[in-house]
């Protein structure tokens, strides 16, 4: 998970430290990425996202307005993206992601119709991810 903004501090420290201990055998793992400021701040940030996507790896990009899924359909995309490799999933700042990097993503989605703070983003996804995990595992806790 790439995300815009300070490291995961505060109020959602806990949570997404508890998922990311739930899901350490998914080898997860959140990668701030330094906002930028000016006319320029989207495509900064964008490069600095770019860089720091695995080779291969699925870009999910965040967005508002954007498709949205059940926990059982966004499960199936998730294992069918993991078939091909590692996922990263791109939240942005408060400026919402430079168009060409959404564009350029494999795929958009959205979390909710409902615009989110990037800490808010965090733990929801890092959730339903989990949701995922304990789907594949026959686990009741997806429903």
């Not at 430290?17 to 055998?25: D, G, I, S, V």
């Not at 996202?49 to 926990?71: D, E, H, N, W, Y």
């Not at 494999?106 to 996804?125: F, G, I, M, Q």
Request: a positive charge; charged letters at 15%; aromatic letters at 6%.
């Amino acid at each position: 998970m790439l995300a815009v903004g300070a490291k995961t501090r505060g109020w959602s420290a806990t949570p997404v430290a508890q998922y990311c201990r739930r899901l350490q055998h998914w080898r997860t793992a959140i990668i701030p990425i330094k906002s930028a400021s000016g006319p320029r701040a989207l495509a900064d940030e964008a490069r600095r996202i770019t860089q720091q996507i695995p080779a291969g790896a699925t870009t999910v990009a965040l967005q508002v307005g954007a498709g949205a899924f059940s926990t059982q359909q966004f499960c199936v995309k998730l294992n069918r993206w993991l078939l091909n490799g590692p996922v990263a999933f791109v939240i942005g700042g408060a400026e919402g992601l430079e168009p060409a990097l959404i564009d350029s993503a494999d795929e958009v989605l959205s979390l909710s119709p409902l615009t989110l703070a990037h800490e808010v983003a965090k733990v929801v996804l890092l959730e339903q991810i989990y949701r995922c995990a304990t789907l594949r595992s026959g686990h009741p806790y997806h429903r």
